[in-house]
T-cell receptor, first 115, second 113 residues
Framework: GAVVSQHPSRVICKSGTSVKIECRSL??????MFWYRQFPKQSLMLMAT?????????EQGVEKDKFLINHASLTLSTLTVTSAHPEDSSFYIC???????????FGPGTRLTVL | SQKIEQNSEALNIQEGKTATLTCNYT??????LQWYRQDPGRGPVFLLL???NEKEKRKERLKVTFDTTLKQSLFHITASQPADSATYLC????????????WGAGTKLIIKP
């Protein structure tokens, strides 16, 4: 399976600051990456689909100006939480979808805490 | 709207027994169903995929069944071990969904030694 890394694994920031989370596909070129957020004991919620070289596709209810996604290369997608507030505190996870398969391979996740 | 239900209560199983987890869905006709394992503070790990035209899939100690009439999948772990303790998520996908998945909230499995 694909190997995916995320950085940072954990971040604590003050309200109003912006936080960038990186998702890297280490062993194959990913044209598509997914960004999720997960609250405790809840299901994964798809935020957006990141497409290399084009704009991300956001799910309904997800503010694209607040959650900026950049997929500038086939191995890196970034999610920037702009002007973060305490309600943005969550577990953010990215996944990649290798072509020819239907399973997704996930990064280890980033725990964001906004004070 | 589409809905996936997994038992929200933790499932406690004695080591060596078979653990069975349930995934029910409504208002959806998936082309395939996947099971993932998630450990605390980690991303999910893919375990098994079963397609709509398949009744059963096996992988080592794992077995998945898929009943499109009942709209249900069962996930079995035989000869369970404490290391199998984790949260197990089911996810549904459709052919025209651009590989996006709809996720259940997961069931926490605890294998007691």
């Amino acid at each position: 399976g694909a190997v995916v890394s995320q950085h940072p694994s954990r971040v604590i920031c003050k309200s109003g600051t912006s936080v960038k989370i990186e998702c890297r596909s280490l062993d194959f070129q990913a044209t598509t990456m997914f960004w999720y957020r997960q609250f405790p004991k809840q299901s994964l919620m798809l935020m957006a689909t990141s497409n290399e070289g084009s704009k991300a596709t956001y799910e309904q209810g997800v503010e694209k100006d607040k959650f900026l996604i950049n997929h500038a290369s086939l191995t890196l997608s970034t999610l920037t939480v702009t002007s973060a507030h305490p309600e943005d505190s969550s577990f953010y996870i990215c996944s990649v979808h290798p072509g020819g398969t239907m399973e997704q391979f996930f990064g280890p996740g980033t725990r964001l805490t906004v004070l | 709207s589409q809905k996936i239900e997994q038992n929200s209560e933790a499932l406690n199983i004695q080591e060596g027994k078979t653990a069975t987890l349930t995934c029910n869905y409504t208002n959806y006709s998936p082309a395939y169903l996947q099971w993932y394992r998630q450990d605390p503070g980690r991303g999910p790990v893919f375990l098994l995929l079963i397609r709509e035209n398949e009744k059963e899939k096996r992988k080592e100690r794992l077995k998945v069944t898929f009943d499109t009439t009942l709209k249900q999948s069962l996930f079995h772990i035989t000869a369970s071990q404490p290391a199998d303790s984790a949260t197990y998520l089911c996810a549904l996908g459709a052919v025209d969904s651009n590989y996006q998945l709809i996720w259940g909230a997961g069931t926490k499995l605890i294998i007691k030694p």
